[in-house]
DNA sequence: ACATTTCTCTGACTATAGTCAGAGAAATGG
DNA sequence: CCATTTCTCTGACTATAGTCAGAGAAATGT
């Protein structure tokens, strides 16, 4: 398996990357190439510039200069903010700009063009799925507290869902309570999943001695589906679970969220009667982990 | 689809990109760390480094003399000409290698270690997938003379490949001639596939004026089989008969060739009764070539 | 209102990658 | 055997990418 990635690695940097390269780079060098085509066609504050293509702020101040004097871009303040620059580009950066869209378009022509028309679906599916599967692994889970802006942003968005999706709408104060202290450790925890710095999933567990723990605040960004992250946020929950001693996991949850329940159906979890007076609650689950041997090489996941 | 392949370029060489040469140059630029895992356990002739990571001599030269002041490499003179030289790895430099060799290996676990064991699997595969199209993708099919050491090398392997694989072996001065000349245009055509510079396969033509054109020749390498060479070779062909004003080609083949045999069968041609009497032949095959509108933006393959 | 922080810019560096011309030694063709 | 070619090396360059410290202007917290 990890043969097969290392030949991918190689033969992808080869083809792709050298062709890529060797097409946006005609005439100009690579870095203002890119900062030219992440300006876009609306313009850019620098600082966002700055963040997304991880330049120091020195050098791109100097590739923005010489943008700046062959006349492809024009930097100015922004009106909100007056530390705050922004970058557009000029009729002339659009043209440039343009050009470097059409010799993308030629690379990827170039790729598909020696194929049959079966190899040219097979390749494009194949591509698609390999992307997927490349930004599900990007996807980072990491223990965060319930006050980080990430934690704070998860809430926010799955109570704004919940209210969408439940007949009769979504009160936090009316379901039984998730508080910051409770998610935080030693009384509870939380995990946020972020994707290019941006969250993109949460979920909670509320520790209860040697009683059954609860999962909480399971959600995954609208954007982030079909990664196979709510799964994964439920397998890191579990084995947090299993390393703090929990034997039984419990939850609750709406019938509006058929995703969610065939999730936890799936991963093993059994319906059970109500165990607490969760006023949104249809279904309640249960699942008794296995105590499970400890980490290896690759960490085994079902 | 184009927009698929350039999502997928993108997506790939940050990911894929960015993470191998940050692994791979810990401490050492990457020129360098290439050129040390291109020398290999076994040493290996510096012409030949400059061909495979097409460098300038003097920065070869230059990069060699920084790895030899590290104590990783040792050059010497080659026994065989005196002028080429040997590079070699010290033990230094072997364990060095072993480093960027287990760093390759991080690599490929940091992608596939936050996936499921399905997720693993699936990329793994639609990975072999890519890879197998991309390389598809790179032969190269060009018209070659008949003389050029890379049609002679076709020629020598078709030939010793089809005595191993005939009954009663094989000898090409008993078959009907397919000589250079017949080959060279106007008389005839030779297409050579090439891959990495190194050929790949072949197919070649023979005119007859208004009468049906013979194919000869047609022959994929053995590195290169399962790419959909021999349909490329033989699509190609048609078009070159098509653009000459073909509207019948011919061909005979031997009874051991299966693959060669289904290829035809596949593409449209149809048994006929023998037109010739070729001694190797056990099947006769013929296909009216449907004139064709002519080039459009990505060619139509079949 | 004042200290602190944020944002951008300039100056002064360094490292890596790469090019080009030419020299010297060895091999090769006729 | 002599001219030519092949192979490698050195010296002298250039370009790109990037780092770091600090300065000045604007916003923000208290």
């Not at 700046?68 to 620059?85: C, F, K, T, Y």
């Not at 059954?212 to 929950?237: F, N, Q, S, Y």
Request: glycine share 10%; charged share 25%; hydrophobic share 40%.
């Amino acid at each position: 398996m990890i043969g097969q990635v290392r030949s991918f690695n190689r033969a992808v940097t080869q083809r792709v990357g050298a062709l890529n390269d060797a097409f946006l780079s005609r005439g100009r060098p690579l870095g203002q190439a890119r900062l030219l085509w992440e300006i876009g066609p609306a313009g850019r504050d620098v600082r966002l510039l700055r963040s997304r293509l991880d330049l120091d702020s020195g050098y791109l101040s100097r590739l923005l200069r010489s943008l700046e004097n062959d006349g492809l871009v024009a930097v100015e303040q922004s009106q909100a903010d007056g530390r705050v620059r922004t970058a557009r580009l000029t009729a002339r950066g659009r043209a440039e700009r343009a050009e470097l869209d059409r010799r993308s378009d030629e690379v990827a022509t170039s790729i598909l063009e020696p194929l049959s028309a079966r190899q040219r679906t097979r390749l494009v599916a194949a591509m698609a799925e390999v992307e997927r599967l490349l930004v599900a692994s990007t996807v980072q889970v990491t223990a965060c507290d319930p006050q980080h802006p990430h934690a704070r942003a998860c809430f926010q968005a799955y109570f704004s869902e919940l209210s969408h999706r439940f007949d009769a709408g979504f009160d936090p104060a009316r379901s039984i309570s998730a508080g910051d202290g409770e998610l935080t450790p030693p009384a509870g925890l939380l995990l946020v999943a972020t994707l290019h710095g941006e969250p993109a999933g949460c979920g909670a567990l509320k520790f209860h001695g040697d009683a059954p723990a609860e999962i909480k605040r399971m959600w995954v960004a609208p954007a982030a589906r079909g990664l196979g992250l709510g799964r994964r946020l439920l397998t890191d929950l579990e084995a947090q679970a299993v390393a703090r001693g929990v034997s039984i996991l419990r939850l609750e949850t709406n019938r509006a969220l058929g995703e969610a329940i065939g999730l936890y159906r799936a991963a093993g979890y059994r319906e059970v009667a109500a165990f607490n007076d969760e006023p949104y609650a249809h279904h309640w689950f249960e699942k008794t982990l296995d105590p499970g041997p400890g980490p290896a090489g690759l960490p085994a996941r079902p």
